[in-house]
């Protein structure tokens, strides 16, 4: 957990023990949103609460003008244009969608970049053409190994620039539930979701799923651009290589209960039954187990699941607390075959796939 080999300004430096919150992190803030943990209530999330993650700038894209190609290792590259793209078979899914550096903020030490706290999650409907069939019409190679997906979107980081781009395996990319999307809960993708089409990627950290897609590339050797080499490693030593992120671990929120004070978000709730709701997703297997605990985490309960949404989306769950008088902690965690949500920190260097269990304050009155 050392910060010397790490310059200032750097993205993934790991903030000092009693460092605040900076300005640059407050402007990734203000442009990256998060979603209001009270929209855990929708099914699906309703349009400008699901939480957005832009590295860069979000592209300006006409219409029009877009096109999609398919190139590298195939037989006949192909292009698209936006009219020839939603003519294709059509695919809905709903799929939670969670950003890989969710919760980051409440690290100690904190690694500096997107501080999110744990809201960097919503559910949408997808609606899109295959990924599998358009690499089947182009004719993959046989020496394929991976596919690479490059955005319009373009910048620098930790002095590398790039388009944004991301690769996966060959294996993962016929995922028959891969998609190229081009609607989001039934309208046109908007520029900040990755208009005109983007790529969605069921049941991995969102930086899979790639935006404002705008080539499909074959690769006979493994993809080590940026984004699949730095970025996403759950590193604990900023020189070590690290693991790759992949699927989306565990996890449970609840809405917080009663009503908040406005500057420090505590809650008040009355003495009394009071209903908890929440929802729980996993990427790796579905939730099995939600488990509640309003003790700071002495004792714990099990909450009662409602259905999931969709094969790759969350679940609702409730749970009834009877809230005595005085202060109250209220931990949540969602259990998989694989295991159960930690409730201290899983630290890495870039703070990434953590997923803490979330703590509500909650004053009983
Ligand atoms: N082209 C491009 N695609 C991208 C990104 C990006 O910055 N550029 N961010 C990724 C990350 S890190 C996440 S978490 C998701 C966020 O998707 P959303 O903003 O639609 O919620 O988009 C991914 N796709
Ligand atoms: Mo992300």
Known sequence: MTSSSVREGEASRIAGPDEGISLEELRLAARNHGMPLEALRYDLTPPGLHYVLVHYDIPY??????????????????????????????????????????????????????????????????????????????????????????????????????????????????????????????????????????????????????????????LDHEFTGFQNSTAYRIKHDTDEEGEPVTRIRPRALVVPPGFPDFMTRRRIVDAGPVELFGRAWSGRDTVSAVEVSVDGGRTWGAAVLGAQVGKHAWRAWTFRWSAVRGEAELLVRAVDRHGTQPVEQPWNVQGMANNMAQRVLVTVR
């Open 61 to 218: 894209v006409e219409p029009d003008s877009y096109r999609l190609t398919v190139d590298g290792r195939v037989g006949t590259p192909l292009e698209f244009d936006l009219a020839t793209l939603r003519a294709r078979p059509k695919v809905e899914l709903t799929v939670t969608l969670e950003c890989a550096g969710n919760g980051r903020a409440r690290l100690h030490p904190r690694p500096v970049s997107q501080p999110w706290l744990d809201e960097a999650v919503g559910t949408a409907r997808w609606t899109g053409t295959p990924l599998v069939d358009l690499l089947a019409e182009a004719g993959v190679l046989d020496d394929a190994v991976d596919v690479a997906f490059t955005g319009l979107d373009h910048g620098t980081d930790r002095g590398v620039e790039q388009d944004y781009q991301r690769g996966l395996s060959l294996g993962d990319a016929v995922g028959r539930d891969v998609l190229v999307a081009y609607e989001m809960n039934g309208q046109p993708l908007p520029p900040q979701h990755g208009a005109p089409v983007r790529l969605v990627v069921p049941g991995w950290y969102g930086m899979a799923s790639v935006k404002w897609l705008r080539r499909i590339t074959v």
